[in-house]
């Protein structure tokens, strides 16, 4: 045997231990979904609070049951200052799983840690990926593998001023943020990329001269995508008013009607 022939041999060993080790992986996540599917979610009394998780139809609260089970089994939420309690994290996975509650196996793979502060941080750097930040309060951040709340921001939000919400906020930049990119394209228009692209473009110039939508917006696309996308889903009528070919696009890559919601 030539070593030419050896080589494909050892090539075709090589492929064969690739393939089963990656047939191996794949078995066992799907052994890992169906016994999360098993296990109760344990989670329903947190989520009747809010009123979107009341609105949706059945077949909704169950995936995104699911999918919440998911996210608080495999991300790291880190109290700091403060002590956190069960509905402190459902309710944040709840609003991080809201966006994506089409895609039933997405589970924000670049994310790693939830960081909770009890008060709004003073942010002092300039620059974050790309996001321009002065010296200021936050109620947020998002950085790829970890994400900020302030929860006195987010709890306010969430069961008073209820226009506004720092959690979907930060999780529409981390879906921004999937190919490393802060443009203000999420990972879910990849596919659609250049008309999701022009029609952001266009509609951000059009609220610029506008201002119809809260100012935070205008602080560049990747800001505006995140502050529209807390419109699409609490205040769907201003933005399809204003901004139809951007409710129309959101309404494609979420594959939700947030009327409903
Ligand atoms: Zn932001």
């Not at 979107?52 to 139809?57: D, E, M, R, S």
């Not at 209820?162 to 228009?189: C, Q, S, T, W, Y």
């Not at 201003?238 to 939700?256: A, D, N, Q």
Request: hydrophobic share 40%.
């Amino acid at each position: 045997m030539d070593n030419f022939f050896k080589l494909i041999i050892f090539l075709w060993i090589l492929f064969f231990i690739f393939l089963i080790y990656n047939i191996f992986d794949v078995l066992k996540f799907k052994k890992y979904l169906q016994k999360l599917k098993k296990t109760p979610c344990n989670c329903k009394k947190e989520l009747e609070k809010t009123d979107i998780y009341n609105k949706l139809p059945q077949e909704l609260k169950e995936i995104l049951e699911f999918k919440i089970k998911r996210f608080l089994n495999e991300k790291i939420f880190i109290p700091k200052y403060m002590q956190i309690n069960n509905e402190i994290k459902i309710l944040i996975a709840f609003y991080a799983c809201l966006p994506t509650i089409a895609y039933k196996n997405f589970c924000y793979p670049g994310l790693k840690y939830i960081y909770i502060y009890p008060h709004t941080i003073i942010k002092k750097h300039i620059e974050q990926n790309g996001i321009v930040r002065k010296e200021m309060l936050i109620s947020g951040e998002s950085i790829g593998e970890s994400v900020v709340i302030a929860w006195d921001e987010a709890k306010r939000e969430i069961f008073h001023y209820k226009k506004r919400n720092v959690i979907i906020h930060e999780f529409a930049h981390e879906l921004d943020f999937e190919n490393g990119m802060v443009d203000g394209i999420p990972v879910f228009a990849y596919k659609n990329y250049d008309k999701f692209k022009e029609i952001l473009n266009k509609s951000y110039e059009k609220a610029q001269k506008e201002h119809i939508i809260d100012e935070y917006a205008f602080t560049n696309k990747a800001e505006f995508f995140a502050v529209t996308t807390e419109y699409f889903f609490l205040k769907p009528k201003t933005l399809k008013i204003h901004y139809p070919l951007l409710y129309s696009e959101y309404k494609k890559i979420f594959k939700i009607d947030p009327e409903i919601l």
